[in-house]
């Protein structure tokens, strides 16, 4: 590294990408190419250094992206930073280092709006605070992981009577621990309960609107949505009038019966293939900023009623408000048949109905 | 799965020792390395002797194959039983040769090994004069992972009389072991 470099210039070489390998042993090759490198805590760090990112003034839906994986701290566009032509660099603080890992994971090589993103990480930026602290929460894990080993394995050899009830009590507490605070091996993401409002927290105050405006739709019809905005709030409108919000369990019922559909014998390229569209079908609602491992609703403000069209007569106006009352009864019936609370659904309109005429 | 993943590491054990590739034996060390990143893998590791093989890759003329040995040193030095086994076998000394190395990675790897294997009874060693005095001059190179690594290392593992001597000691001898390349 130039001593005139700085930060940014050493930065350059460290993240060049490194050709995938092309001479694995068969038995040592990955599902995906890749380079020979080692990776050691001081490579990892909470910050990531996302480039190739296109030139299409899309930070407000990259971050959204990367929120996905956790809470972020902070992130901007690196202007100085050496990009492609007509791409750009951003940097993106998560609040956990575990999410940084399983956001780098899961984004490195992903397309977003047509171009591929190299995501790395970039410890360069670390404080010498931040360094410290991740060295120091590696050796906490460490302690954690392997303390709970050697209990394990004390008991077994000291009590192998009691070996059963121990035994479950102590698996579980491993793979808690091992989920959430940073299993390593196949890092599962983490979600803290905090997660959307720090996300909100990040945005410019004239974005802010929309980004609310976007949640509320999403929690109501995962199933249908076919990627637009705008048509899949159309549909929302017709089928829960009045902005209501279906409860949350509509979800979570139509999505457990496909779990459970796994369940049962598949051939493994079936299962495979099951597998890869539920994938797109997660990078979907990715795209639109949900995250659908979440059980928490976010509701924002209620989204405004189709205005009413004055057709300057009344008997108009009165067929017009039947015709409109009767569309609703219909999308109504609709949604009692795919929601499992009828009784709900129902209720609403027709107190809608008696007000209205 | 337990039982695979042993028989797996296994098999990588014996590719590395067996091979007359160099490509195979960095690929091989890289993935060994990269397995004693997890806590999970630690009983299979020492039961394979894998310790050994990375400290024994030191000391290869291969620059890849040391930057990945000491890269899997340092993913699993912390835990207690592989620390004591390092110390045991006299594993600081090659740790603090590869200060000396030209690859930044290798430097890194090695200062975090350094710290991770500093008990009360190691203190000595690790945090040893010309150690100290190195350092010191990491804390001023250009690299930022450097040298907050090596402030790190100053400010927590090493007393204000420690650094002090060194830098008095570095004023007098103006060359010492040269900044890694990149």
Redesign the interface.
């Known amino acids: 590294m130039a001593a005139a470099g700085g930060p940014l210039g050493d930065a350059c070489r460290h993240h060049a990408q490194l050709g995938a390998c092309e001479s694995r042993a068969k038995y040592r090759e990955g599902r995906r190419p890749r380079a020979v490198k080692v990776y050691t805590i001081n490579l990892e760090s909470r910050y990531l250094l996302i480039q190739g990112v296109p030139a299409l003034g899309v930070m407000k839906e990259l971050v959204e992206q990367f929120a996905l994986y956790g809470a972020i701290d902070e992130y901007h566009a690196l202007d100085e930073y050496p990009a492609e032509q007509f791409t750009e660099v951003y940097l993106i603080k998560f609040q956990k280092l575990q999410c940084a890992r399983v956001a780098k994971k899961k984004m490195d090589e992903r397309s977003f709006f047509g171009s591929l993103l190299h995501v790395c990480y970039a410890p360069e930026f670390e404080t010498v605070q931040e360094t410290r602290e991740k060295l120091q929460d590696r050796r906490k894990y460490i302690a954690k992981a392997t303390n709970q080993r050697d209990r394990f394995l004390a008991k077994k050899v000291e009590g192998p009577k009691k070996i059963i009830s121990k035994n479950s009590e102590y698996d579980c507490q491993r793979n808690t621990s091992e989920s959430c605070a940073a299993g390593n091996w196949d890092p599962s993401p983490c979600f803290p309960n905090s997660h959307m409002v720090s996300q909100n927290k990040g945005y410019p105050s004239g974005n802010h609107n929309q980004s609310q405006f976007i949640f509320p739709q999403n929690d109501n019809n995962c199933a249908e949505t076919s990627g637009y905005f705008g048509q899949s709030m159309s549909l929302t409108q017709n089928v829960q009038p009045g902005g209501h919000t279906p409860p949350v369990s509509s979800m979570q019922q139509r999505t457990v019966p496909i779990d459970n559909g796994i369940e049962r014998f598949m051939p493994r390229t079936t299962h495979l293939q099951e597998r890869k569209r539920r994938r797109e079908e997660g990078n979907k609602f990715a795209l639109m900023g949900t995250y659908m491992d979440s059980t928490e609703v976010i509701i924002g403000p209620q989204l405004p009623e189709v205005p009413k069209v004055d057709m300057d007569d009344d008997s108009l106006n009165t067929s017009a408000t039947l015709i409109r009352n009767k569309l609703k009864q219909v999308a109504a019936s609709v949604s009692r048949t795919s929601v499992e609370k009828p009784k709900d659904s129902l209720a609403k309109p027709l107190v809608k109905q008696r007000r209205r005429i | 799965m337990e039982l695979g993943r042993l028989e797996?590491l296994q098999?990588?054990v014996t590719?590395f020792q067996a091979t007359d590739?160099p490509?195979?034996k960095?690929?091989?060390l890289?993935?060994l390395?990269?397995f004693a990143?997890?806590?999970?893998n630690?009983?299979h590791l020492r039961q394979l002797q894998v310790l050994d093989l990375f400290l024994d890759a030191l000391t290869e003329d291969s620059e890849?194959l040391v930057?990945?040995a000491i890269?899997?040193l340092?993913?699993l030095c912390?835990?207690?039983?592989n620390k004591d086994y390092i110390l045991e076998a006299n594993g600081v000394e090659p740790v603090i040769n590869c200060l000396s190395s030209s690859n930044?990675?290798t430097v890194?790897?090695a200062v975090?090994t350094l710290?991770?294997l500093t008990t009360p009874q190691s203190r000595q060693q690790t945090t040893a004069l010309p150690v100290v005095e190195c350092m010191l001059r990491f804390s001023l190179s250009?690299?930022?992972?450097l040298s907050?690594?090596a402030?790190?290392f100053l400010?927590?593992y090493c007393t204000p009389l420690q650094v002090e001597e060194a830098r008095n000691l570095s004023k007098h001898t103006a060359v010492g072991i040269p900044l890694p390349k990149?």
């Open positions: 797996y098999a990588l590719e590739s490509d195979a960095e690929q091989v890289a993935n390395a990269n990143y997890d806590p999970r630690y009983g890849a930057e990945f890269g899997g340092c993913n912390l835990d207690k039983t930044e990675e890194m790897s975090t710290m991770y250009a690299s930022r992972r907050n690594l402030t790190v400010e927590d990149d």
